[in-house]
């Protein structure tokens, strides 16, 4: 009976790879679920997340990894100087253009929720975003 049953299976698949259609199967890490920029990751291989530079996580949607930078990038009025911000806020300043500017805290540490939120506390402050970077893509 066994060997009925797979056979069927086998040869429903055989019917189904020939078919136009393409069909992506997409294994997900087993992990803690987190939320950054307002998309949903899993992190790679914790089952609690504290968000730290050097953090794996996977979008459950796509399957692509990505690796947390220790970046943020703070979006803020024009009138803000980004070197007193940085210097105000204990953060390195990795790059400034108009009025967004990418900040990195000096312990690689520290948890960049936590982190995050408070930037975005801040009087004129537009925007927060923790930076990652998708694995294989190189950056200039």
């Known amino acids: 009976m066994k060997a009925i049953v797979l056979t069927a299976l086998l040869l429903s698949g055989h019917a189904f790879a020939n078919n ?3 069909v992506e199967l997409v294994e997900a ?14 992190a790679v ?23 947390v930078t220790g970046e943020i990038i703070v979006e803020h009025l024009s009138v803000i100087d980004a070197t007193t911000f940085a ?17 990195r805290h000096a312990d690689s540490q520290i948890d960049l929720q ?14 927060t975003q923790i930076g990652l970077q998708l694995e294989g893509l190189e950056s200039e």
Do not use: W
């Open 114 to 127: 936590v982190l995050n939120a408070q930037l975005r506390a801040l009087p004129g402050i537009l925007s």
């Open 20 to 22: 136009d259609a393409l």
């Open 87 to 103: 210097r105000d806020n204990t953060l390195t300043l990795s790059y400034v253009r108009g009025n967004r500017a990418i900040y």
């Open 45 to 67: 291989e914790a089952n609690s997340v504290t968000l730290t530079k050097g953090l794996q996580l996977q979008s459950p949607s796509t399957g692509e990894l990505y690796t």
């Open 29 to 42: 890490s087993q992990g803690a679920a987190v939320t950054i920029n307002n998309q949903e990751f899993i």
